[in-house]
């Protein structure tokens, strides 16, 4: 199986950007769509970007479509979240996660995770 190490969270104020970057060991990375996935405090997590395993086929959550990229490096066994104009409402633990086959934003294997934090 995969094993999924986030990295790349802090600390921003409103308006800035962030790129998230999650390293993939073992399993069938290149074969494997992938997504990112956050939980705010008190809330359930929820998905926010899939790509393909090629790269193409990228999906968004409607709150981040045009502020947030997500692209992956077979070669390096990476995938990237770039976020831009960031808002306080993005505040949460951003996961990276591989995508069960046959669906199109379930995650399977999980990263630990890591914080997403923007102040107004």
């Known amino acids: 199986q995969v094993q999924l190490v986030e990295s790349g969270g802090g600390l921003v104020q409103a308006g800035g950007s962030l790129r998230l970057s999650c390293a993939a060991s073992g399993g069938t990375f290149s074969s494997s769509a992938m997504g990112w996935f956050r939980q705010a405090p008190g809330k359930e997590r929820e998905f926010v970007a899939r790509i393909g395993w090629s790269g193409g086929m990228t999906i968004y959550e409607d709150s981040v479509k045009g502020r947030f990229t997500v692209s992956r490096d077979n070669a390096k066994k990476m995938v990237y979240l770039q976020m831009n104009s960031l808002k306080p409402e993005d505040t949460a633990v951003y996961y990276c996660?591989?995508?069960?086959?046959?669906?199109?934003?379930?995650?399977?294997?999980w990263g630990q995770g890591t914080q997403v934090t923007v102040s107004s």
């Open positions: 996660a591989t995508i069960k086959a046959g669906s199109w934003h379930e995650g399977d294997y």
